[in-house]
């Protein structure tokens, strides 16, 4: 018992000093240690608590809850979203991504990328009126920023006043310390980027002056009027209104001159005065980025090309098996802790049974570890020169953590075997129902701040929280008891959860995790139901096959999707949990822009390829004139569009018979003023 009693002090000394880093770190912007020396402590406790299970009832690491910056300043809305880039990786990404845009645009030139280094800096956005700056806005969630104006100011890149801009302009970059700079900060600061940050977040914008902040600009939000043309000229005239602009922007088209151009930025990165992670390539012309638009997510016209991953030796001591949101059953090689690319990595994603037996990975080998980005670090080969002789091949487990069978699902689309194995019991099973409430409460989904991956881990083994609805009855006496939980931390949770009740339709339909419906699936299904009254009638078995009929005729909405929405909606575990979640919830009725033009409301579907654009660009075109897209040929339908190149003859003869009106593709440009 003197040995468990000494362990325990041990333990909570090192909880003691990790909690003081983490609150340092998150809520004064004073790092004292780096992210490794950070990351030590913590694998250190963890090590401990794995070989003495008792500890994490005094404390299992999950209770790291950041401070929420946005208790600091104000938030406002971003005129024009500042959406998240894609990523490309390699030369086939960036072959892709063209493709992608020539499909789009329906054009078989080479179009211009204008292309510039992606620093690794905090965004920010300047708003101007009249030539004069009214306030400046971090990024934030892309949505609403945080008003750090007074911050921004004293940054001396910034010009205060604009010569003959344009009325509104948005002039938006990215804040960074210098490498120089940062040497005489280290002892404050983790790293260049915690260091750019956490000096845009003081309270107090004099000790925001006395860090050498500086800026790039690199694009606009808003602008009123529009007055350039392409990426280049707004480049040239920030340049001129005195805006640092990035000396290494460049014009290329082609795939060599881009893998060139990549090749020569990575070189010289390390003799740059600023971090540099990629390379960010723009459609040149602003014609072209508006007609690409954006997905829910990304621009179209805009990609990432991340420098090479980052490397490092590792030995895998064991292999798990975790469980997502979706059933899926995915393993992870638990190796030594090795940096990669300045980050302590303890665990890297094997993929799936296929991948592992591709690879022959077993527990004990020597392995290559990848990170590139963000990216969940990757086992890259195995070294089998270092192999023990009495090594044994994996074999992937047929059976859930709950201890269900699993089965790899045949895709109707492609009709081959899936390569994921699946738990398909939903929220019967613990490990998938934990996983559902991580994306409930993520961004994209209820976006409940301070209720993250790991606070739900902690929630759960205390049984605070088992469903959804759980999370709007929390017994917030009992959290105040746990340790890094404060009456502040609780308020602020207790704020976000309660007007997280007030959700859009769609935004719901995209929470409770139905397989195959994304973002803009969900879009799709709330512009259907428009009421959540409607969208239960999916729980009645009478009703939901009338609506899964109606639904064939949505665009974007196959058979994939409805099997899918068929089978969770026949499970009773998932009737009740989803009843219960209804059941405290404001659902607000679907949310769509009410866009007037020479459609409204009228179903149009189109057929065959067009000369002058492609599908997609008709039928977003279609939908901003009013338009609901419709995927298959019925009484709802008003007009059949007819394209030149292959249209498909059996629609055609549908529509006549339907008496749907057909229209050819010169009358489609004509009435598109084209």
Not at 29 to 52: C, M, T
Not at 245 to 274: F, G, Q
């Amino acid at each position: 018992m003197k040995n468990q009693d000494k362990i325990k002090k041990t333990y909570k000394e090192k909880i003691k000093k990790l909690f003081n880093f983490n609150r340092l770190y998150f809520e004064k912007d004073s790092p004292i240690v780096s992210d490794s020396e950070f990351d030590k402590l913590k694998q250190e406790l963890l090590q401990l608590a794995k070989k003495h299970p008792f500890l994490k009832k005094i404390e299992n690491l999950d209770n790291l809850v950041g401070s929420r910056p946005s208790a600091k300043f104000k938030k406002v809305k971003h005129s024009k979203p500042m959406l998240s880039l894609g990523n490309a990786f390699k030369k086939e990404d960036m072959l892709d991504f063209k493709k992608k845009i020539n499909n789009f645009l329906n054009n078989k030139s080479e179009i211009q990328l204008s292309s510039e280094p992606k620093i690794d800096g905090i965004s920010a956005t300047l708003r101007y009126e009249n030539g004069k700056l009214t306030y400046g806005l971090s990024r934030g969630d892309g949505v609403f920023g945080e008003n750090i104006t007074e911050n921004l100011v004293t940054i001396g890149d910034i010009p205060k006043n604009l010569v003959e801009a344009p009325k509104v302009i948005e002039v938006r970059g990215e804040v960074y310390i210098g490498k120089q700079d940062f040497e005489k900060l280290k002892d404050k600061f983790a790293n260049p980027r915690n260091a750019a940050g956490g000096s845009l977040r003081q309270k107090d914008s004099k000790e925001t002056s006395n860090i050498p902040l500086k800026f790039f600009a690199y694009g606009i939000g808003e602008i009123i009027p529009k007055i350039f043309e392409k990426q280049t000229d707004l480049l040239k005239k920030l340049k001129t209104w005195g805006f640092p602009v990035n000396p290494y922007c460049k014009i290329v088209s082609s795939i060599d001159e881009i893998e060139k151009n990549h090749s020569a930025m990575e070189d010289l990165r390390s003799t740059l005065d600023y971090d540099v992670d990629g390379i960010v390539y723009k459609v040149n012309d602003f014609n072209f980025q508006n007609r690409l638009g954006s997905t829910s997510n990304s621009p179209r016209w805009a990609i990432a090309y991340k420098f090479s991953s980052v490397k490092a030796s590792s030995t895998i001591r064991d292999i798990a098996i975790q469980v997502g949101r979706t059933g899926a059953i995915t393993p992870v090689a638990k190796i030594d802790p090795v940096t990669v690319g300045g980050v302590v990595v303890s665990n890297a994603t094997l993929h799936n049974e296929d991948e592992i037996n591709r690879k022959d990975i077993r527990v004990g080998d020597a392995v290559i570890i990848q990170r590139a980005g963000d990216v969940i670090p990757q086992v890259v080969s195995v070294d089998k020169s270092k192999r023990n002789k009495n090594s044994k091949k994996f074999i992937f487990p047929d059976k859930c953590l709950c201890g269900s069978s699993t089965k790899k699902e045949i895709s109707m689309t492609t009709k081959k075997t899936d390569a994921v194995r699946r738990c398909t019991r939903g929220y019967e099973c613990d490990f998938t129902a934990k996983e559902k409430l991580k994306h409930i409460v993520s961004k994209d989904a209820f976006d409940i701040e301070g209720l993250g991956k790991k606070v739900i881990d902690n929630f759960w083994e205390l049984n605070l929280v088992k469903t959804p609805a759980d999370i709007f009855s929390l017994d917030y006496e009992k959290i105040e008891k746990l340790e890094g939980w404060g009456k502040l931390s609780i308020n602020n949770l207790q704020k976000a959860i309660n007007k997280s009740k007030n959700i859009v339709l769609d935004r719901f339909i995209y929470s409770i995790g139905i397989r195959h419906i994304g973002q803009e699936n969900a879009k799709i299904l709330g512009n259907f139901f428009k009421k959540s009254e409607k969208f239960s009638e999916l729980f009645n078995v009478k009703k939901r096959k009338d609506i899964l009929k109606n639904l064939e005729d949505l665009d974007g909405i196959g058979d994939t999707q409805i099997k899918s929405i068929d089978d969770f909606f026949s499970n009773k575990k998932n009737y009740q949990i989803i009843q219960s979640l209804i059941s405290v919830l404001d659902i607000k009725n679907f949310q769509k822009i009410n866009r007037t033009g020479k459609f409204s409301n009228k179903n149009i579907m189109f057929t065959g390829g067009f000369e002058k654009m492609s599908r997609s660009e008709a039928k977003a075109l279609a939908e901003e004139n009013g338009a609901k897209i419709l995927g298959s040929v019925s009484k709802k339908l008003d007009y059949l569009v007819i394209g030149n190149s292959k249209p498909t003859k059996k629609k055609i003869e549908k529509a006549k018979e339907l008496k749907v009106d057909l229209v050819t593709e010169e009358s489609w440009y004509n009435l598109l003023d084209r």
